[in-house]
Each structure stands twice: as C-alpha cells, then as structure tokens.
C-alpha cells in the first residue's frame, strides 16, 4: 500500500525527532545577502578602525589606572600663578 507524501513526510520527521535532539537555532536576523566587493572592504575597513579606536581607549585606561594619575584643571591665569609675580620698584 503507497503511503501518501504527508504522511511520510511526517514520519520521517518524527523518526529524525526520536534519534536526535539537534534542531537549527530560529532564524532571528534577516538572511545573508551578496555584497559587492567594494562593499565589503568597506566595511571591513569600517570595523577595524572602530575596533582599533576601541582598543586605544581601552589601553589608555588601563595605563591611567597602573599610573595612577588623576586630572587636574590647569587654570593659567587664576591666582596661584600669579603668586610668584609680585612687582616691586626698587626706587
């Protein structure tokens, strides 16, 4: 006796259902599409840029913080630098 697609179809999905538990991860982001070589090194390009900028600031931090140095204003024209300018007239 023949049995119909649907009902084999079904049957081999329940057979592969009783010998493995692997199932695809869902599809949460839009399919892969072609790029254009110009497109890809582009962004490419793109990446390492924002990834080594990245990397820089990171680098910078860790050495701020092993150094242990803390910003300070530098106020040229307030009144601490001024201190030492006294004008005296000798006369």
Known sequence: SPVPPEER??????????ITA?????????PAKLLSIE?????????KEAYEEMQAKLAA??????????M?????????SMQYREV???D
């Open 88 to 90: 005296r007239d000798e």
């Open 61 to 70: 931090q860790k050495l701020a913080e092993r150094l242990n140095i803390k």
């Open 9 to 18: 179809r079904l049957r081999d999905k329940k057979h592969l259902d009783d």
């Open 22 to 30: 692997a199932r695809l991860p869902p599809l949460h982001h839009s």
């Open 72 to 80: 300070l204003r530098f106020e040229p024209e307030g009144e601490a």
């Open 39 to 47: 497109e890809s090194i582009a962004i490419q390009i793109q990446q």
